[in-house]
């Protein structure tokens, strides 16, 4: 069965494509320091998109101790679409991470010179022991499967995945993020939802099937500071730290491809 050790081997390739590994193995680059120049303060509010919180969260925390000046607020994290509507409604928020380029395109008047920092694909997640057999795409329209909602990026890439094959699957639900399809899955509410290999990866609760054309389908992933910012230099600082060499190592081990 094409389950975790699929994932695995993935992340541990986006794991080298990310940190430009060849021959020997390189020691991880630790967290920097602060210095006594270090003179960035204040606040920062940071908006990402729900496959970012494992990889995010770690980042935040290395970033406050860089930077001991800086308190980094709980990010928001939710479904890339749901954070752009709130950007458009005028929410103040500094950093804004999104899953595809599209919801980036969406708050372009706001945010200033977006990057593209990772990758990331989608898998099949059944519950453990994958009770209903499910073994590639064709098997979902016959189980309770369920799909993030179209509008957010895991929800259109699903769907561009399912035509791709030409299949067509009533879903049980559509939820307004992939932590949520996770969550259904990990619950056996559902007997299987598509997530992103991230995703399925950090659980213990289910297992990942990688469908053959999973690879045709490719979230990038744009993040960039809001140029209406309370904070624009902590905001431009955290932007590099995630492009920098540290973000690179962090995705990396939370199994991002490289952009």
């Known amino acids: 069965m094409r389950i975790r050790h699929a994932v695995a081997a993935a992340a541990v390739a986006a794991a080298l494509a990310l940190t430009g590994c060849s021959g020997g193995s390189a020691a991880p680059t630790p967290t920097p320091t602060a210095t006594d120049e270090d003179t960035l303060d204040g606040t920062l509010t940071i908006y990402a998109a729900a496959s970012?919180?494992?990889?995010?969260?770690?980042?935040?925390?290395?970033?406050?101790?860089?930077?001991?000046?800086?308190?980094?607020?709980?990010?928001?994290?939710?479904?890339?679409?749901?954070?752009?509507?709130?950007?458009?409604?005028?929410?103040p928020v500094d950093v804004f991470a999104s899953a595809d380029e599209a919801n980036m395109d969406k708050v372009a008047a706001f945010v200033e010179s977006p990057e593209l920092f990772a990758t990331n694909t989608l898998v099949i997640a059944v519950p453990e022991g994958n009770p209903a057999d499910v073994q590639d795409l064709d098997d979902l329209p016959s189980v309770t499967t369920v799909l993030c909602a179209v509008e957010v990026p895991c929800g259109a890439a699903s769907q561009k995945l399912l035509d791709l094959v030409g299949v067509s699957v009533t879903p049980a639900s559509f939820e307004q993020n992939v932590t949520a399809v996770l969550t259904k899955v990990e619950s056996k509410d559902a007997d299987a939802g598509l997530v992103y290999a991230t995703d399925a990866a950090g659980s213990d609760l289910v297992e990942a099937i990688v469908p053959p054309e999973a690879g045709q389908v490719v979230n990038r992933y744009p993040i960039g500071a809001l140029t209406g910012s309370g904070n624009p230099d902590a905001a431009s600082a955290f932007v590099a730290f995630v492009l920098g060499a540290d973000g690179k190592r962090v995705l990396a081990a939370h199994g991002f491809g490289a952009p």
Do not use: M, N, R, W
Not at 56 to 66: G, R, T, V
């Open 52 to 91: 970012l919180k494992a990889s995010f969260d770690e980042l935040a925390e290395d970033f406050e101790k860089a930077h001991p000046g800086v308190d980094v607020q709980p990010i928001v994290y939710d479904g890339s679409s749901t954070l752009a509507a709130q950007i458009l409604e005028g929410a």
